[in-house]
């Protein structure tokens, strides 16, 4: 059969079945797998072995230092690449439950969405590639090229042992590449590949003076206040037009490519329209920064947090006697969490010693593919075959994934092709997938497999 009327053949089988694989996930969704709570991850790792093992793959549930991992292989290709598919099948906690209008593990569709909690993160887009790979040994009996599929369950606590597995695992995990289905879409409605995600490391700050809270006009100007002492701290750490002055910050960024740079020009941008749906007056400083350097060129410094003192209603005059901030940042190029937390802790040592800087446990590094990688031109085929448009291509995306494992541990590209629509709540209250996106995220892991199919392994 050519190959036209291959991939043709699967997308009519797609086409029959959408109904029934629309059944199947709703199903799979009714199963919790919450990580942080360690809820159900064992009962849908269990699930997904049978699951993978009854569609034709060879699958084991593997165990890491934390909760196991699901990898399943068809492997009988020969002489064609091999496609790593990573996914994630633990899912964000669902609180506030008030704020579903449905219950969240009681998949509901209203107005052609799917809405559940892990439906777009990450449960309904590597479904969608589960049911690609289904759908050609179905109609063929055969893979059109070899596949490692790798489900985690610690990627919504930050993936804290992927590293240690795929190290331990490089044999057993040896691909050509590997594709990530996870995240939105770009935010104007359009395909898009990511080259490669920014790293992240969280901290706290905690500063304590006095034993106890005190009066503010007995003591206030004679006992030092914690929010001030962390206040300043701060402001040496980023300064007011926006620049992070802490030294040797920016050690390993790396200057964007040509290619890197053309691509980001291509993106569609509507800045006012942007600032108008978050109700904002202005962009972060530096204001002259263009809007996709910010998102994939350049880290970040995020107070995500500031707590002390008095906030409940009306005025306390107390002088606090401690208070704390949490913050993270967002890395990338050659940055590496654990210099770049070492870096903070010393600024801190030096700048406000009586502050006690506390590092998370462990980080994540930005990973990096280039744009002009030879898979690059496979991988857009599959998305005009599927979806019939071009996929944009963005160097960098702008949340965080362990992608860093594939890239620098197994030493091979990378890329993330987001499913889900850009507006889909993940981690929110009423998280959901348009069933639209759903099947297009469906055919395109069909196209995907057939493009590689075409080619040999390098």
């Not at 777009?120 to 887009?125: F, L, P, R, V």
């Not at 969608?128 to 059109?144: F, M, T």
């Not at 206040?231 to 040509?258: Q, Y």
Request: charged share 20%.
């Amino acid at each position: 059969m050519p190959s036209s009327d291959a991939l043709a053949a699967v997308f009519e089988y797609i086409e029959t079945n959408r109904a029934s694989f629309l059944d199947r996930l709703i199903a799979y969704l009714r199963h919790p797998s919450i990580s942080a709570e360690n809820i159900g991850i064992a009962e849908v790792g269990a699930l997904l072995v049978e699951m993978l093992s009854d569609i034709g793959l060879e699958t084991s549930l593997m165990p890491t230092a934390g909760h196991p991992m699901v990898v399943a292989r068809w492997e009988k290709a020969p002489g064609k690449p091999t496609v790593l598919l990573y996914g994630h099948y633990d899912v964000q906690p669902p609180d506030p439950l008030e704020k579903w209008l449905s219950p969240p593990f009681e998949p509901t569709i209203r107005d052609g969405r799917l809405y559940a909690r892990g439906v777009g993160d990450n449960k309904g887009q590597h479904f969608a590639q589960i049911l690609a790979i289904e759908s050609h040994l179905k109609v063929h009996g055969v893979l059109p090229c070899n596949v490692i599929l790798m489900l985690e369950g610690e990627e919504e606590i930050g993936s804290p042992n992927i590293a240690g597995f795929v190290r331990a695992n490089k044999d057993v995990l040896k691909a050509d590449l590997a594709v990530t289905a996870d995240g939105p879409r770009h935010a104007s409605g359009a395909a898009s590949i990511k080259f490669g995600s920014r790293g992240v490391a969280s901290f706290e700050l905690r500063c304590h003076h006095a034993s106890r809270d005190v009066h503010s006009g007995n003591f206030g100007g004679v006992v030092p206040n914690p929010i001030w002492t962390l206040v300043h701290l701060l402001g040496t750490m980023k300064n007011e037009a926006g620049e992070i002055t802490i030294e040797g910050f920016h050690d390993g960024v790396e200057p964007p490519s040509p290619e890197e740079l053309a691509a980001v020009e291509r993106l569609p941008l509507d800045v006012e329209a942007f600032k108008h749906s978050l109700g904002l007056a202005r962009l972060d400083a530096p204001a002259e920064r263009p809007f996709y350097d910010r998102l994939c060129f350049r880290p970040t410094l995020t107070i995500n947090g500031f707590h002390g003192g008095y906030g409940g209603p009306g005025s306390k005059t107390v002088l606090p006697n401690e208070a704390f901030v949490k913050c993270d940042v967002r890395l990338v190029g050659a940055q590496d969490p654990e210099d770049v937390l070492r870096k903070i802790a010393a600024h801190v040592a030096k700048h406000a010693p009586e502050v006690e800087f506390i590092a998370a446990e462990k980080g994540m590094q930005p990973s990096k593919t280039p744009i002009a990688s030879p898979f690059t031109p496979m991988l857009r085929r599959a998305f005009v075959a599927a979806q019939g448009v071009e996929p944009l291509l963005i160097p960098a995306g702008f949340g965080s994934l362990p992608g860093y494992v594939f890239t620098k541990i197994l030493g091979i590209p990378a890329f993330v092709t987001p499913y889900a629509n850009p507006d889909e709540a993940n981690h929110a209250p009423n998280e959901n997938l348009t069933l639209d996106c759903f099947y297009s995220g469906l055919r395109t892991g069909a196209a995907l497999l057939h493009e590689l199919g075409q080619s040999r392994a390098p």
